[in-house]
């Protein structure tokens, strides 16, 4: 199924409607509308999106508290959590 069409028919059904919001006195409506379609043709030019920016900001986070899933960290012997003598001899509980 060929969509070239699909990116240039959303940018005028936008703009349609952010025409007839301005018509019927809806600024804040129209200013959303407005953002959105900017929104649309950034990401469509730049190729850069809000799931990329988002994941960039969880990674960040992660990294700033020291629990990063995603990369590989050198864990040295002052950071190893104490082990019971129980947990040592292997029956896993702490009693």
Known sequence: MDASWLYPATIVVLLIL???QWQTNA???MVI??????YIVY????G???TEFREQA???FDDAVGN????ERVV??????VESKAMVEGNGSIE
């Not at 990401?43 to 730049?46: F, G, I, L, P, V």
């Not at 990063?68 to 990369?71: A, H, Q, T």
């Not at 040295?76 to 959590?81: D, H, I, T, Y």
């Open 27 to 29: 600024k804040k409506t």
């Open 33 to 38: 509308v407005l953002v959105v379609l900017g």
């Open 43 to 46: 990401s469509h030019e730049t």
């Open 76 to 81: 040295s012997p002052q950071m190893r959590p």
């Open 68 to 71: 990063s899933k995603y990369k």
């Open 58 to 60: 969880v990674d960040d």
């Open 48 to 50: 850069h999106s809000l």
């Open 18 to 20: 952010a025409y007839m």
